[in-house]
């Protein structure tokens, strides 16, 4: 290994070592071995929780005998894969105690087109249970730390993609799996300073990732760049028949759509996301933002997403509905843990007390309110008037790219990193709040990425938020791509782990 | 809407998730509390608006009804708690 120890190959974005690897400075092995041993060296960020290094190495000698002009651009790259993806015979228990034990006999469709691609996973992230939080401290294994550290107290990485999140900005990998169902590939990329993107709804396959909320879950990139998101995204992406919902769809090239020209380009500031109570150092970097995109010659053009207050509330009812439904599969009988019983229990009390030793307090109360507002006499005043309240939102996304908007900036996050426990004794409710910015993608289907534009004053990073057409990555990727550029954001989080 | 202990417990009932008898009043606070949340959607007009079901606009994908796979007995039992001859093992459920 040459170079100082923070500019190791650990610390390269996929481009750069992709073009390493190409000419041959360097294999895939060496490329893995670094990663491998920051992995080890970064325990105390609890980032992964099942390490693959025998299967990293494998693939990397796999990788390099398969290097060449012609090889896949993942071919070689190290990534860290979140806890939530089936990875055949790898431990995958969602951060939940009732998978524990857990190894899938099959494949997860990203994961199956990332190792096709020849990428080499390093291990499982951390994440909060069945990707319900947005601090990682809902998990199993403990919460996984921010390596962004300003003073004494431990930082929250975000969550639910905590440990991917943390991972990537601390150079334990080149770049993560993500999920994000209400803003849990963004939030935690905002929190980090890394980059992290939700792609459009049916873009990637779900097929093979622990299911939380069907309608709103998608699997994207967590990287150090922009460009490294759209090479990431062209390889996750594309039609799976195992996914019904999946669309069929010719995937562009992401990374050629980087032209960093959004001439004439209109982006939309909507006014809803000027919410009370939001920081003033947030409220700058959004104003910052505003005009780094204007001076590369967008046209600003103030919007109305006049349903924008009901997102949340119209979230945090289908999103626990369709929990309490997909989660009604983890009963103690074909895999994961069963109670241990008392003479004379029957198979009911198999399961109440399954699921009560298996599921955390988060995930119960999720699934509880779910199965409420699914209950007869409260389906239609709960459920059904939030779907209906869920077309509205969408709506107002329609017209206002119906009107010719080409993308939307808005925060991505209402505060920086906060410390771990600190909301311990809040109300679920002001941990629910955490999504305000992200939820109504999620909610319409749309493309997001969170890019970092900036530190607070205490030196933590902070992000923003566009929101792309529908299927429209590759412009979004371009203007976010132009947003990074301006931004010229390079800190880095000071090793401490 | 406010839930009183009577409801979380049918809630939990029905969730099937034990819920100790003396943890039920604060779980019906919690739950209160989010449903009081939620309440905020009787502001919004939804007359003449459909509840959204798919978020895309597209046709679920058909396909011919035949069996496509199968004889993996092995690893579908693979990670069961109590597998045996060849089944899932759960508690007598019929008398």
């Known amino acids: ?71 896949p651009d993942l071919n070689g790259i190290p990534l860290g894969i979140k806890d939530l993806f089936c990875t055949k015979g790898v431990p995958s228990q969602a951060a939940s105690n009732i998978l524990r034990g857990f190894r899938p006999e099959y494949e997860s469709t990203v994961t199956a087109k990332l190792f096709g691609a020849g990428a080499v996973m390093l291990g499982k992230l951390n994440m909060d249970e069945f990707a319900m939080g947005s601090s990682n401290e809902s998990s199993c294994y403990g919460p996984a730390v921010n390596p962004w550290k300003v003073d004494e107290r431990l930082l929250t990485p975000g969550g639910s993609s905590g440990g991917s999140a943390a991972a990537v900005a601390a150079d334990l990998c080149l770049a993560a799996t993500g999920t994000d169902t209400g803003g849990s590939i963004r939030q935690p990329a905002a929190f980090t300073g890394i980059v992290g993107m939700k792609p459009t709804y049916g873009r990637v396959s779900r097929w093979g990732i622990v299911a939380f909320a069907s309608s709103l879950d998608q699997a994207g990139p967590m990287t150090k760049t922009v460009r490294d998101a759209a090479i990431m995204l062209g390889a996750m992406a594309g039609h799976d028949a195992k996914d019904s ?91 994961g843990h069963r109670a241990k019983l008392a003479l004379g229990d029957g198979i009911t009390e198999m399961y109440e007390k399954t699921r009560a030793e298996g599921f955390g307090k ?47 900036l808005t925060p991505a996050t209402p505060s920086p990193a906060f410390g771990l426990g600190e909301m311990a004794n809040a109300d679920p409710v002001e941990m629910y709040l955490n999504d305000v910015f992200t939820v109504t993608v999620n909610l319409a289907g749309l493309p997001g990425i969170a890019v970092p534009v900036g530190l607070d004053a205490k030196g933590l990073p902070l992000g923003l938020q566009l929101i792309g057409r529908p299927w429209d990555e590759a412009g979004l990727l371009n203007h976010a791509y132009v947003l990074e550029r301006a931004a010229g954001f390079v800190s880095k989080p000071q090793k401490w782990w | 809407m406010s839930i009183d202990t009577d409801t979380a417990r049918k809630v939990a009932k029905l969730a099937r998730i034990r819920v100790e008898e003396a943890d039920l009043p604060a779980l019906a606070a919690e739950l209160s509390g ?16 459909e509840p959204m079901t798919s978020v895309t606009p597209m046709r679920l994908a058909r396909r011919a009804d035949v ?16 597998a045996r001859e060849g089944f899932f093992a759960v508690p007598k459920v019929v008398e």
């Open chain 1, 362 to 408: 988060e995930v119960q109360r999720r699934v509880m309110v779910g199965t409420y507002v699914l209950s007869a006499g409260f389906y239609d005043a709960y459920y059904n008037r939030a779907r209906r309240v869920r077309a509205l939102i969408k709506r107002d996304f329609e017209r206002a790219f119906a009107d010719g908007i080409d993308a939307i």
């Open chain 1, 245 to 335: 919902t999946s669309a069929n769809m010719a995937v562009p090239d992401f990374e050629a759509a980087l032209t960093g020209d959004i001439r004439g380009r209109r982006i939309g500031i909507p006014r809803e996301y000027r919410i009370d109570g939001i920081p003033a150092e947030i409220a700058a970097l959004w104003g910052n933002g505003t005009a780094m995109l204007k001076n590369a010659g967008a046209e600003i053009v103030d919007i109305s997403l006049p349903h924008t207050k009901y997102a949340l509330p119209a979230y945090y009812v289908i999103a626990p509905a369709e929990a309490s439904s997909n989660l009604a599969r983890y009963d103690g009988v074909r895999y």
């Open chain 2, 34 to 49: 989010i449903l009081t949340f939620m309440e905020q959607l009787n502001e919004v007009d939804v007359t003449g608006i």
């Open chain 2, 67 to 82: 069996v496509t796979d199968g004889d993996m007995q092995a690893q579908i039992l693979a990670n069961a708690p109590d």
């Open chain 1, 1 to 71: 290994m040459t170079g100082a120890p923070m500019t190791g190959p650990n610390t390269w974005t996929i481009a750069a070592a992709r073009d390493a690897l190409r000419r041959g400075d360097i294999t895939a092995v060496d490329l893995t071995m670094a990663c491998l041993t920051a992995m080890d060296a970064g325990d105390g960020l609890n980032a992964y929780v099942h390490k693959t290094p025998e299967l990293a190495l494998d693939q990397a000698r796999a990788a390099d005998a398969r290097r060449g002009p012609d090889a």
